[in-house]
């Protein structure tokens, strides 16, 4: 869908419960495509440009997470979707778990992957430097930083952040994004105790070499919480082990 007042999403699939994608800070929905592929084989999903961010740069008010929560429950009202699996990696996490307590009762599951707001820690000068980020070689070192070690950058992921930061104001709005979330160089932190309030299955995937959000946040968490340990793995999961993260994530669905 398109429009300056609707997210837009790309969607793929057909039939069984939804499944939302909300990528992370930065990112656009097409980041997602391998995933989206592999879970579309027996569902529909759909995969949001967050506000700020790609083909939803324009929509209004753009930047507060509470603003993309409202218009992605928004957006599943106007398709007449009434509960969906939501998967969302960083700030998307943020966005889905708060989507989460704000309506459970349309939410079927989450998968979070890294997700924001576990915490008060975020590396903050890496964000903003992500945000001014605009060819291929500087989006690469960034992507590279948040990586673990061992693992190369993808190219397809590379090709399609630059051709969004292409976009005119898509830096100026991530620089107002990223001062948004890092605030005084820390994030908001959800309360322990609300997140222990949340009755669907809750799935938390985090590597122990995160750069971005360190693992130190996954310590207490609601024991009825899943959580995937990836031993030496970075910030990017989906692309450092996304067979993986493919399992997990279908097994939520499941």
Known sequence: MTGVDRLFARE??????????????GGVGGVWAPLQEAVASDRFILAYDLPGHGQSLSFPEAGPVKIAVKAVLAD????????????????????????????????A???????????????????????GATDDAS????????????????????????AARAAAGQTEMLAHIAGLITRDGKQGAIPRESLAGLDMPVAVLWGT????????????????????TFDGDGHMLAEEQPD??????RQMMR
């Open 12 to 25: 793929m699939g057909s039939g069984g419960t939804p499944a939302v994608f909300l990528h992370g800070f």
């Open 76 to 107: 599943l009202a106007a398709r007449g979707i009434e509960r969906a699996h939501l998967v969302g990696h960083s700030m998307g996490g943020a966005i889905a778990t708060l989507t989460a307590l704000s309506q459970p009762q349309r939410v």
């Open 109 to 131: 599951s989450l998968s979070l992957i890294a997700p924001g707001g576990f915490g008060e820690e975020i590396n903050a000068p890496l964000l903003k430097r992500y945000a």
């Open 139 to 162: 989006i690469r070192v960034c992507l590279a930083a948040m990586s673990g070690p061992q693992h190369d950058v993808p190219d397809d992921v590379v090709n399609k952040l630059a």
């Open 209 to 228: 070499a995160d750069s971005v959000l360190p693992y130190k946040q996954t310590r207490g968490l609601p024991p009825r919480f899943a959580l995937h």
């Open 244 to 249: 993986e993260v493919l399992f997990i994530v």
